[in-house]
């Protein structure tokens, strides 16, 4: 559809994740020619090290400004491969996040990011007025975009959950919705599922009785930037007289993004870093000694991951530092997985779940979703009562689209005319 039959209105194009959870990309162009893009994300099932991912219907020869909700992969992962004067941005602690993932990975990340800051006013991008609203998801700094352009105003939920530690800015939003919304672009990831959701509160509460009942240690995995996660393991340990043993990479994201906060960090009571050999390496590998050092007063080799108070983060990378500091589970100890089921297939989680189980260490999975309950991304939709709903971020969206009011079911490329 070209320009001039759009007349004076926005278009709406989903070039990916119409029908996929991950991936998003989302474009909104001004009748005039500018245009916003919502995420560049990179699918969750592409190929490590694949390039060439963009969706084939993105014009990369026209300018765009890039708009990241959040710092998961499935959101920003394709930023290296966009033009490179199309300007990119995203919250302040997102940008944090994403440079670290980039330094972890030894992704070269070449692109200057713009930020906007957690309680930031509208911003004005050519034709477009964006009001980054700060929303409770997994991801730390993760935000709602509200896009008002031409008389229209569009909402885009990016990733979000109605039970983490940040609820209250989701119910807030329920009780005093933006107004007259045309479109909401919503994700939809837990659709189909009805098992119940957790809050973080309470899987502090099931933490606490792990801690209490495990005789030896409690080793947990967990994802180092799942900050609502380590705040409910160090808030557990404590109530439980236990030490949280993080390893250099978690230290590293909490030193980062806690100025500010109240997010616990190395020199917390009831907080070590662990400082392993293949870890260390790898922050001088990137000349980052100065971080290691800085660590070193709260940091304790593995050798003394010995006690029985202890909560010690593991992960596949781990294990061979730990082994060979004499760090082996025992019956005494427990293990729990606490990052979403589908990874227990994945090769390296398999092997941290053998290394207990072998052990006879007890095996437990306290976990909630980062992603709200089908019934939260219906009362979000119905509070927010949009003329039109777009689903995205979804693999259920044909069987459950009830109770999301009038849906437009678009293909991933096709353009929508907002009138
Ligand atoms: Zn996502
Ligand atoms: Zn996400």
Known sequence: MGLESCGSSLTLTVHRGTRQIGGCCIE?????????????????????GAT??????LDLTRPATILISH??????????????????????????LIAITADITRQKLTRAIHTWHSRSRPIAIGSFTITPILTDHSAFDAYMLLVESAGKRILYTGDFRRHGRKSVLVDRMMANPPPHIDVLVTEGTNLGQDKPVTTEDELELEFVELFKRTKGRVFVAWSAQNIDRTVTLYRAAKRT???LVIDLYTADVLDRISAGTRVPRAGFPNLKVVVTRALRRFYRKV????????????????????????VIMLRRSLIADYQSAGVIPTP???????????????PDIAEVLEWCRAAGAELAYIHTSGHASPADLRAFAAAICPRVTVPVHGVKWDEESQGFGTIR????????VIT
């Open 71 to 96: 710092p998961h992969q499935d959101h920003w992962g394709l930023i290296e491969e966009l033009p490179p004067n199309w300007p990119i941005w995203t919250g302040s602690g997102s940008a944090k």
């Open 409 to 416: 079911r678009l293909a991933d490329g096709e353009p929508m």
């Open 287 to 310: 000349g980052r000694d100065d971080f290691v050092v800085k660590m070193a007063p709260h940091g304790l080799a593995a050798r003394h991951l010995v006690r029985d108070r202890q």
């Open 28 to 48: 909104i162009a001004h009748p005039a020619g500018d245009r916003i893009i919502l995420d560049a994300g990179r699918p969750l099932d592409a190929p490590e």
């Open 332 to 346: 005494d100890d427990a293990f729990n997985f606490s990052m979403w089921h589908g990874y227990l297939s994945e």
């Open 52 to 57: 060439g991912l963009l969706p084939a219907s």
């Open 241 to 243: 007289s236990r030490t």
